[in-house]
């Protein structure tokens, strides 16, 4: 068990609709790292969020957004779903805003299907 | 552009037949090569950090080393519960601080 919870594990909805992914990272960590996860495309950085503040953004569509809380969980916003969207979302945490050791903890992720 | 290559994409392997996996990056600067191992339905889980070629790390029966170019996963002896998908993802000066790029990962089978 890593110590980051994601909510839902499993996500069913249609072309279109919006949907929104949970993640709680590990105790004390303040980095919040959220990736996608195809068959095609492996493991794709979306975006990274540092103590409530978007630090670094990758491959990240304009129809998805995220978010920080003070409380330090996050969430990821997927809206206008295509069926191309259809994956395994994964939410990462780490202690600091970069990780030296690369060492990240990773969630079980939640598993999108967009019919 | 970073990139990570990895192969073969799928390995299968009897229970005590030793291998490696390889793994081929370009990346502006390297600040570190990690690997990780992901079990089917999981999450990918922290392995080894590798920071400069000639570099080796060692758990169980697994050994990274580092080149200039390439890494390798070296897998000695390996019993079915090694069976996973191994990913190697890389860090560079030229990206976003955090960003990991990965590869697509090789899936290990391992027969009793």
């Known amino acids: 068990d890593s110590g980051v919870t994601q909510t839902p594990k499993h996500l069913i909805t249609a072309t279109g609709q919006r949907v929104t992914l949970r993640c709680s990272p590990r105790s004390g960590d303040l980095s919040v790292y959220w990736y996608q996860q195809s068959l095609d495309q492996g493991l794709q950085f979306l975006i990274q969020y540092y103590n409530g503040e978007e630090r670094a953004k990758g491959n990240i569509l304009e129809r998805f957004s995220a978010q920080q809380f003070p409380d330090l969980h996050s969430e990821l916003n997927l809206s206008s779903l295509e069926l191309g969207d259809s994956a395994l979302y994964f939410c990462a945490s780490s202690v600091g805003i970069g990780t030296s050791t690369g060492e990240l903890f990773f969630g079980e992720g939640s598993r999108l299907t967009v019919l | ?112």
């Open chain 2, 1 to 112: 552009e970073d990139q990570v290559t990895q192969s073969p994409e799928a390995l299968r392997l009897q229970e005590g037949e030793s291998s490696s996996l390889n793994c081929s990056y370009t990346v502006s600067g390297l600040r570190g090569l990690f690997w990780y191992r992901q079990d089917p339905g999981k999450g990918p889980e922290f392995l080894f950090t590798l920071y400069s070629a000639g570099e080796e790390k060692e758990k169980e029966r697994l050994k990274a080393t580092l080149t200039k170019k390439e890494s390798f996963l070296h897998i000695t002896a390996p019993k079915p519960e090694d069976s996973a998908t191994y990913l190697c993802a890389v860090r560079g000066y030229g990206g976003s601080q955090g960003n990991l790029i990965f590869g697509k990962g090789t899936k290990l089978s391992v027969k009793p």
